[in-house]
């Protein structure tokens, strides 16, 4: 990305002092960070439950980068030069973005490769993380210049924060669901009857619901075999699980569980879609807020600032690597492909020498 290239004070080659990556890349500084639209970091869905419970940990399951990479283009976007063209996991269906304001990383020993990655040696805590999105990963498709890249498309948010206010009533299993994980008519009686057992008094209790959900069991019990997702029975019942529903236990981030209405477990209420079974959440609206501490928190930044910074950074991108020939764009991968070389050569050389 040709703002962070410039930004770059580059000479990584000449400076020989291994796995101390804030003395081989040039630090990313406030200033440049402000500029920066945005820290995108490409990874496996299967991490996404460790990634809210860890954070994003350098290598990662992958274990063969010793940094977090992060593209500062989402990579659904022609201009990420990077995450996109190495895209790590060929055969996945689905790939993870995971979204940190460029401000947060340098907090955490970001700098800068000569590519225009944002590379970051430390450990990036869940609190950190704004957004997360899912996308369906594709094959490498030639850009406007005839180079390969890999493209990212039907990217969608799967992760915020206003997202634990959502009511969750219905799911969608086609797109990415794991099969086999739909809960069977015999585990939503079940839980039906759990609710019928315990249910709340008025007026946090509504009587009619409880009319209507021993009414539907019977019915559920009376017949057998398969319960598709889109029966109409189900469906009342499982949006009465869903909405008096009590976690058992705290949820991601110390918000709380959602039930998953497709395999009626329990869910992270901050994703827009289900940990255990994959199928995307669909809300029926909002819970009223009737508590003032529930109020967002306070920014530390400046969000006006920072969106017209990202702004301006953005158009001036665009110049960029609009007037960029292609030899150049070239030469970039290539001193990216060395420098991820080197800083193997170092790692092993260092093990060596740990080893004599
Ligand atoms: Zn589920």
Redesign the pocket.
Known sequence: MPIAVRASSGHTKEIQIPLEPTKIFPGLDLRTAVELQGAYHVTSPTRLGSILRDGLVPGGMEGKRMMNYFGVFPPWDMRNRSTRTRSPLIGEPFMLIVYVPPVELTRFGAGLSRGGDILVPLTIPPEEIREIWIARNCRSQPDERGIGRWVLTRPYKIFSKQLSNEIVTSSDFKVLAIPG?IATRDQVIDDAVQLINRFPAPPIGDLNDLKSLKEDVEVLKSKGGSLPLEDEIRSRVVMKLAIYHNPTKSGVLGYPNRK?P??L?E?ASILAL?L??H?EFWSAGRYEKTNPENAAPKSRWNRDKIRSCAREARRRAQEAFDNMPKEEEILIEEEDRNFEEQMKEDEERQKRQERE
Request: proline residues 0%; contains cysteine.
């Open positions: 994980k998953c497709c395999c477990s869910s289900c255990e079974c199928s």
